[in-house]
């Protein structure tokens, strides 16, 4: 698939096909999509309204809680307002998801797309460890998305269970750990039911705030009025630049609509974000405020604004509305946790992490897959974070910083697209990225406040993980490197082979990592065994910086002689590197492949110590040991298991 659309200005772009691979198909109706997006996209933006106004008011930090008066409702509510304007719409849905790589988003994907594009700028490498940064901060957010959203909604039950407290915390772990452990089954059942369920819930979120809207519908005109979130500023100063680390709150997931972007395509996106997720959630917002500025006494605003949503619900109907509430949060776990799986395929494609098991649930929905490294890992994170804080509001104090660094650094991205890619001048696109940036260091910085009581976790996981990532990236380029440098050129080893060993019978498939040199595994085979196979492929899978790569694009086969073939075959960071499979089209070298008559030769690198590492001590220990633990090439080439020969070799980095 070609990537046209990013070279020039984004108002011209095509939108990118909508649902492409992922199970949605081209034909899907509008409609459809923004329903669907409904219920995948806006999970996690969509339940903040649980917890995210309440905890602007709270004490953080050693800053003083907000009063609940007049004055300081509709400066918060204009922050939301403003900030769901700026971050959401104006940067994500109108401007950044513009810039898609074959019509998927997210932090990997526009990452590919640079290096794609200005593969000889030196100013990419700096991009790339900001994008592997990004990526590494998301592993962060997943596992705080899904403890801070089961846990708020677990505590709306005290509110229909007496007593319930001592419960709250062993129910969500109960809740977590029986949602991880259904990942297997696939969500394509689940997933058909995801609409309609966030439907209900952003409908009651309208309702529940129009009930309360009718009392002070002037509300309104103070939200979107952008003086009171000034004049909050002005007034307050320290203390406002501190809640403005909890307004984020309502804005974390606004990244997801970038990064599922490829799943519904950005007009379904867009569509339902403008028309109906936005106006639904300020609705609850200024429902919210219009509770508390309805109270006689500073007591009892004081009261409500421990706990607003909950405390907003009619008794007659809390019971339905907090099971939504807690659906809706199951819903927006589940999304980010299959998020993770499909950002984990990505990196695995493009070379940043080890390989993986992947399984694919559903035989029609490419992108339903499930890792289960992926996934007991972050059931065990996400059950320690709950264990840890105990509490949703100790969990908020954590949350938003992993969300704001990634939000800032999608901006640093966007700048090289706009300058780079797109030839924007700077009179046109440095107001907007200098606008960008000013919001997304704003967030950025009241969250750092929340280092020392919580946000130091997310920032250690992300620093973990980019460290895993870049150590393995940098890992994979010296061994290439080691295994080349003084290589045999493949060309006169065809020739002097020939004379060497016996031709039999069949094809023999040696994977190579690179498409230059002859594998290891070759010059074992003719050390050991002294055979060569009549027809021997030298076979390369390369992964392109784009989503899916076309099938005329799909193969290169080079003869080299003497029945020894160079190939290489293309495939995009989506797609399944399934080798026989991709192998049964391919008729470029002498003719088609009978599997039963096929051989699939290995290599399987040993590491040894090195008089001149190529990494500090720790770092190559590090690789050596992802390297010993990454899935087998076998599994994750699909070779069939009783075709396959691995012959060991020992490399120095």
């Excluded at 007659?316 to 499909?342: E, N």
């Excluded at 069949?506 to 070759?522: E, H, K, Q, R, Y």
């Excluded at 399987?604 to 990454?630: C, D, H, V």
Aim: aromatic residues 10%; proline residues 5%; glycine residues 8%.
């Amino acid at each position: 698939m070609s990537s046209t659309a990013n070279t020039a200005d984004p108002a011209s772009a095509p939108a990118p096909e909508q649902g492409h691979g992922h199970g949605h198909g081209h034909k899907a109706s509008t409609a459809a999509l923004v329903v669907g997006a409904i219920g995948v996209v806006f999970g996690d933006i969509g339940t903040s309204p649980l917890y995210a106004f309440r905890e602007t008011f709270a004490s953080h930090h050693g800053a003083p809680g907000i009063s609940p008066d007049a004055d300081h409702i509709h400066g918060v509510l204009s922050l939301v307002f403003w900030s769901m304007m700026m971050v959401v719409t104006v940067k994500y849905v109108l401007t950044i998801m513009r810039a898609d790589n074959g019509g998927e988003g997210g932090s990997l994907a526009l990452l590919a797309l640079i290096k794609r594009r200005a593969s000889t700028a030196g100013w990419t490498r700096p991009l790339v460890l900001l994008g592997v940064f990004a990526t590494a901060l998301f592993y962060g957010d997943s596992m705080i998305t899904p403890a801070i959203s089961v846990l708020s909604a677990t505590e709306g039950v005290k509110y229909i269970v007496p007593g319930f407290e001592p419960w709250i915390v062993p129910t969500a772990v109960a809740i977590l750990f029986g949602l991880f452990a259904i990942q297997s089954r696939g969500t394509d059942r689940v997933g058909k039911l995801f609409g309609p369920v966030m439907l209900t819930y952003f409908s009651m979120l309208a309702v529940l705030g129009v009930m309360h809207l009718t009392a002070d519908p002037a509300i309104i005109l103070e939200t979107i009025n952008p003086l009171n979130a000034l004049r909050f500023f002005a007034d307050d100063g320290f203390v406002a630049f501190v809640a403005l680390g909890s307004v984020v709150l309502a804005v974390t997931g606004a990244e997801a609509l970038y990064a599922d972007m490829g799943h519904f395509g950005r007009k379904p996106i867009g569509i339902s974000w403008l028309t109906f997720v936005y106006p639904a959630l300020m609705l609850n917002y200024m429902g919210q405020g219009a509770l508390i500025l309805s109270q006689t006494s500073p007591e009892a605003a004081a009261a409500l604004v421990k706990d607003p949503f909950f405390l907003m619900i009619p008794d007659m109907v809390r019971v339905p509305v907090i099971v939504i509430a807690l659906f809706a949060t199951i819903i927006a776990s589940q999304a980010v946790i299959s998020g993770a799986f499909s950002l984990t395929q990505q990196a695995i494609q493009l070379g940043f992490i080890p390989r993986m098991e992947i399984r694919h649930t559903s035989a029609s929905a490419a992108g339903q897959i499930y890792i289960p490294a992926v996934n007991w890992g972050l059931m065990v994170m996400v059950i320690l974070l709950v264990l840890f804080f105990q509490s949703s509001t100790n969990l908020a104090a954590a949350y938003g910083i992993a969300v704001t660094g990634a939000m800032f650094i999608d901006t640093l991205l966007l700048a090289a697209v706009l300058f780079s890619l797109w030839k924007w001048p700077l009179w046109k696109g440095l107001p907007l990225v200098i606008a960008f940036l000013i919001v997304d260091i704003a967030y950025f910085g009241a969250n750092l406040i929340k280092v020392p009581s919580g946000g130091w976790v997310p920032l250690l996981i992300g620093f973990v993980i980019f460290t895993l990532l870049t150590t393995w990236s940098r890992g994979r380029e010296l061994m290439r490197a080691s295994m080349t440098e003084g290589s045999l050129p493949i060309e006169i080893f065809a020739k002097s082979a020939q004379n060497s060993a016996t031709r039999v019978p069949g094809t023999a498939v040696f994977m190579a990592s690179t498409n230059s040199g002859v594998p290891s595994a070759l010059l074992h085979n003719i050390k050991h065994n002294k055979v060569l196979h009549e027809r021997v492929l030298i076979l390369t899978v390369q992964v392109r910086g784009m989503p899916y790569v076309d099938e005329a694009e799909r193969y290169e086969c080079k003869s080299l002689g003497n029945g020894f073939y160079r190939v290489t075959i293309y495939c995009g960071f989506l797609e399944e590197t399934d080798v026989p499979r991709l192998m049964s089209t391919l008729t470029l070298c002498d003719g088609a492949f009978d599997m039963m008559q096929t051989s699939f030769f290995l290599s399987r690198q040993t590491l040894l110590p090195s008089s001149k590492p190529g990494m500090a001590i720790w770092r190559e220990k590090l690789f050596a040991w992802m390297l010993r633990n990454a899935a087998s090439a076998m599994a994750f080439f699909r070779l069939p298991t009783n075709r396959v020969v691995e012959l060991g070799s020992q490399v120095e980095i």
